[in-house]
């Protein structure tokens, strides 16, 4: 008996193991989930203000813009005017 008492003794303690481990590896599962989740939100602010900068970007180039516009039409208006005289 003492020896059938032993392995279920060793069976019992290899259980305990096997389950610690696989508890442990359920939650290092999360961990890791939550850790991708959190690097994809990291990603996204990164684009976002990615998006941001080159929103200010074409403001800024669509300001430029209007200015040569506007400095063309002046410049053109003033040969026309030169044209005329």
């Avoid at 590896?25 to 999360?30: A, T």
């Avoid at 669509?62 to 516009?69: A, G």
């Amino acid at each position: 008996m003492s020896d059938f008492s032993r392995l279920v003794g060793e069976q019992m303690a290899t259980m305990e193991k096997l389950l610690y481990i696989q508890t442990e590896l359920e939650r290092c599962q999360e961990i890791e989930e939550e850790l991708r989740l959190l690097q994809k939100h990291a990603n996204m602010e990164s684009i976002q203000d990615e998006i941001q900068q080159m929103k200010k970007d074409l403001r800024d180039i669509h300001q430029i813009f209007e200015r040569q516009t506007e400095e063309l039409i002046r410049s053109y208006q003033e040969a026309e005017t030169a044209l005329k005289r």
